[in-house]
């Protein structure tokens, strides 16, 4: 399976520890992950995203893109390849307009189901899958879903509308996969934010988060300091979150997400828990 990492912030900040410096950073997990790397940042409120086949660990460009880059909202990912070829086109993250979108598991008897998840996809969205990754086809899936309950250009869309095509998109997969619930064999994660919401859903894999640290190393110069930083919280606006595959090492205190829990947060910085 695939590593995955979301960040969302209330300020401009970097994230290169996560994607570089820690001892389980993306990079380091990229040993066992080799098939390719993405990351998403935005630029006021416009996603940039740079990806490559190539091992994260050895490629020069993805070293000086964590190092360098500072952003309110950054997704990436490092891929170990199930469906679909080692390309370009394959790496997550996927982008259409603001939305950004990375998976990590695998659809099973994909090839099978193949036909029945694309016909579930809106024929408008239908010309944008480019690459062979059952993942891909998640992603437009999902965005048909959402069509149905908002604008999906909206930048003030609900996140309870996301949460909604999320958790649609997964009930629509695991019917493709096996009309029997109880013996569903899908394993999945999906994280997705067009900027200003992110939201994440985990299903039977392994998925953690974090919206507080341990003590803030700039709790003295940050003039956004507050109560959530340093303590956990059920409910209500968070300084930032974070999403990870694997529960990073350092100041961040880490909770493992449920499955079938979704975690994120609105466009207010108002914690979501589905």
Not at 237 to 250: C, K, P, T
Request: glycine fraction near 4%; charge should be negative; charged fraction near 20%.
């Amino acid at each position: 399976m695939c590593r995955l990492f979301g960040f969302r912030s209330v300020l401009q900040s970097q994230v290169h520890r996560s994607l570089l410096s820690a001892d389980n950073a993306l990079s380091v997990q990229s040993q066992d992950h080799p098939d390719g790397w993405g990351v998403a940042y935005y630029v006021a409120d416009i996603p940039h995203v740079m990806k490559r086949p190539v091992i994260a660990k050895e490629d020069s460009l993805f070293h000086r893109l964590s190092s360098q880059v500072a952003s309110q909202t950054v997704l990436a990912h490092i891929r170990k390849a199930t469906h679909g070829d080692i390309s370009v086109l394959n790496c997550h993250p996927f982008q259409f307009g603001r939305w950004v979108f990375a998976h990590n598991g695998q659809v099973p008897r994909y090839d099978a189901i193949k036909d029945s998840l694309m016909a579930l996809i809106a024929p408008e969205y239908q010309r944008y899958i480019l690459g062979t990754t059952d993942s891909e086809v998640l992603f437009y899936l999902f965005l048909s879903e959402l069509s149905q309950l908002a604008d999906i250009h909206d930048n003030s869309i609900a996140i309870e509308a996301v949460a909604q095509a999320m958790q649609s998109t997964l009930e629509k997969v695991q019917q493709c996969v096996h009309p029997e619930p109880e013996n569903d064999p899908l394993k999945m994660t999906l994280l997705l934010t067009n900027g200003t919401l992110m939201l994440a859903l985990c299903w039977k894999t392994s998925l953690h988060f974090s919206t507080h640290k341990k003590r803030c190393l700039d709790r003295k110069t940050c003039p956004f300091l507050n109560h959530s930083c340093e303590s956990p919280v059920d409910s209500g606006q968070v300084n930032h979150l974070l999403i990870s595959s694997e529960a990073l090492q350092g100041e961040n205190v880490w909770a493992t997400m449920e499955s079938g829990q979704l975690i994120g947060v609105d466009q207010s910085m108002t914690l979501y828990r589905g």
